[in-house]
Each structure stands twice: as C-alpha cells, then as structure tokens.
C-alpha cells in the first residue's frame, strides 16, 4: 500500500557539511581520459583488434546495415579494480574468439535502429560479471566513437564565427588573416570562410554559388549528414565531446550549417514569392491556394515547412489581400508559439514578413 510521509526535518546542533557541486565536465574529462589512456595501452595486436572491429561498427552504421559481428579478444590490460596502487593486471577473457552477432530486432509493434541496438550491446559487455569483458565493451565503445568522429567527418580549415543578435548559434564567418584579401569580396573568397569550402552553396546575399539548387541542397545534406554522425558519436559515448577533434568539427560545420540553412530558406521563400506573382499574372490562382514555407529550426537543428491554407479550393479569384491576411494570421501564430525558440521564430517570422512586403503594395 501506498504511504504518503510529511517531510519532517530534523535540526541537528552539529553543523552540517555542504556537498560541492559536481562538475560535470571534469567527470567528463576523466572518463574521456581514462578510455583513451587503456585503449593506448593495450598490446598491438589486442588493440589494432577492437579498433578494426569499430571501424567495421561504424561501416555497418553509415551503411544502414541491419547486423555486425564482434568478437571477443584474448586478452587486455586493464587496471585492478579494488587496488590501492595503480596497478595492472592482463585480464585472460574466457570467451576469447567468440562472436556475437548484433542483429537489429524487429517486433510488430516497435522497431529500433541500428545505433540502439549496438548501444544496448555495449551496455550488455559493459555489465558483464567477467571484468575483461567488461572492460572490451567499454574500449569498443570508445572506439567506435571516435571512429565516427576521426574518419567518417572531414577534416576543415579553422573557423571563427560571429552570432547575430538574438541569435543562439554563431554562423556568420569571420575573415581570417590568411584569406586572401583580394578575393574576399567574391564567391571564392566568401566560401573560403567557412570550415567546408566545397559545399558552400551561398554567398552573403544568398545568391547561388553552385550549379543549381538541387547541388545547394545536397551540399546542405552532407552538412545535415555529418552532424548526424557527430550525434551518432555522442549517443554511444557521452565523454566524446571533450575530445578536441569533436568539438572542432562539431563547432565548424554547425556553423556552416546553419547559415547555409537560413539562406536556401530564404532563396526558396524568394522563389515562392516569384511564383504567386507569375500564376497570379496569368489567372493560374484562381481554384485555391496553400503554401509551404521552409523554415530552419535552430533549437532542434533541422528544416522544418509551415504549411499553411491561403484560398480553400474552389472558384474563387486570386487578389493580395487574401494573400495578405493569411500571412498576417500565420505571423500572430508564430510569435505565440512558445515550442519555438526565439532565434527560430525571429527568422520564421523574417520570411513571412518578407511576403507580405512583397504584395502590401498591391492591395489597392
């Protein structure tokens, strides 16, 4: 049976010692720190054994594949737990050479991904009685993170960015000193700044710097892609993120990513206002119109559309005043919607805005 207790406190006369908060990023540093120092310590063979097997972990993750195989080493160098010195000892894993496959599991009701399925895995080694097993599930865990970070996410250039006001992510590049001078003020030269050169699809006055807009769109999907292969990392070892290269890759291409995302916004919402003026001119709205608006959610890091009914289908005549006020409608929305963060809604609203500037002047 359920019993509810008042909170009663008891006034001691001793003084009470106050606990210290923890500091999370040092246990963070530590943990990190402690798997990096054991995997280096391992025999050559051991080691270069758990990092292919991550490497092959994090092939099966890139390649969507259902199942991989690992398998346990012979032996490891791992400290003894208990001891008051610092020292080691070669854990003799009795399971040595046998394989466990790690097969995603599918049920009627639920299915999980790959990268739950391995993470559950490393929790299953990592709980085992058998402390060299133990310690193999904590290695291949970091192994395999850092397999992610270090040869799944290119290496690029160093980066600084400024933040807008009202902003939450810096995304605006600085120039750096080796820039060439001459050449910053062309396409080259605004590219240059960022931490991927090669898949900057804009400039700073969001005209295309590529082919066309189905080559800016996959240069922002290798942006999106890369940034989920650093969350991938961090799902399976939260420590990574102290790790230098993480947080280098992590800072630059965000970075990158989200500017990249507000301008095909706005390049789209542009090519939207393009295309109401030309079906408008030629009588092509008359039987209903909606819109759907991209918009970049910074909070949840990702591109998101507002979908929205201006003219319900049917015969009824396109005029700016319809266009207009449902705009307006969409505007009072977003400035109450509090699941929006303000940076998000500050841009959501720039390009509704930016419609209804673009047809105020035909209302008459």
């Known amino acids: 049976m359920y019993e509810h207790t008042l909170p009663i406190q008891f006034i001691s006369e001793e003084p009470v010692a106050q606990s210290k908060p923890i500091d999370i990023s040092n246990l963070l540093v530590k943990e990190y720190r402690f798997w990096n120092v054991w995997l280096d310590r391992q025999t050559e063979t051991e080691r270069m054994k758990i990092i292919n097997q991550a490497d092959n972990l994090a092939n099966a993750l890139l390649q969507g594949k ?13 400290p003894v737990y208990g001891s008051a010195t610092n020292d080691t000892k070669e854990w003799v894993i009795s399971e ?89 003020g062309s396409e080259a030269g605004y590219a240059s700044r960022f931490y991927l050169p090669q898949w900057v699809a804009f400039d700073e006055n969001g005209q295309l710097l590529v082919e066309n807009i189905e080559a800016a769109e996959f240069c922002i999907t290798l942006l999106q892609n890369y940034l989920g292969i650093l969350g991938w990392a961090v799902t399976l070892a939260p420590y990574i993120v102290v790790d230098s290269v993480y947080r280098h890759k ?24 393009a295309t109401i003026r030309s079906r408008s001119s030629s009588n092509r709205l008359n039987r209903g119109l909606s819109l759907t608006l991209p ?8 591109l998101r559309k507002l979908e929205f009914e201006v003219i319900p289908p049917g015969r009824v005549m396109f005029v700016p ?7 307006q409608e969409q505007i009072t929305m977003v400035r109450h919607n509090t699941t929006l963060n303000f940076s998000t809604r500050k841009h959501l609203l720039d390009q509704l805005e930016r419609i209804v500037k673009s047809f105020e002047g035909e209302m008459n």
């Open 321 to 327: 005043a319809f266009l207009i006020m449902a705009v």
């Open 66 to 78: 259902k199942a991989a195989i690992i398998t346990y080493p012979g032996e490891l160098i791992f």
């Open 96 to 184: 040595a050479g046998k394989n466990i496959v790690v097969q995603r599991k599918h049920r009627w009701f639920a299915s999980e991904n790959f990268l739950q399925t391995i993470e559950k895995q490393f929790s299953c080694l990592e709980g085992s009685a058998d402390q060299g097993i133990a310690a193999f599930g904590g290695l291949l865990r970091f192994a395999t993170s850092h397999a992610l970070i270090y040869d799944r996410v290119p290496a690029g250039k160093e980066v600084i960015y400024s933040m807008i006001s009202g902003e939450d992510i810096p995304s605006i590049p600085q120039t750096l000193q080796e820039d060439n001078p001459q050449a910053n």
């Open 250 to 273: 992590y800072y630059g291409i965000l970075g990158q990513f989200v500017n990249q995302s507000r301008a095909i916004c706005n390049y789209w919402t542009n090519e939207i206002i």
């Open 295 to 302: 918009y970049f959610d910074d909070q949840a890091v990702v």
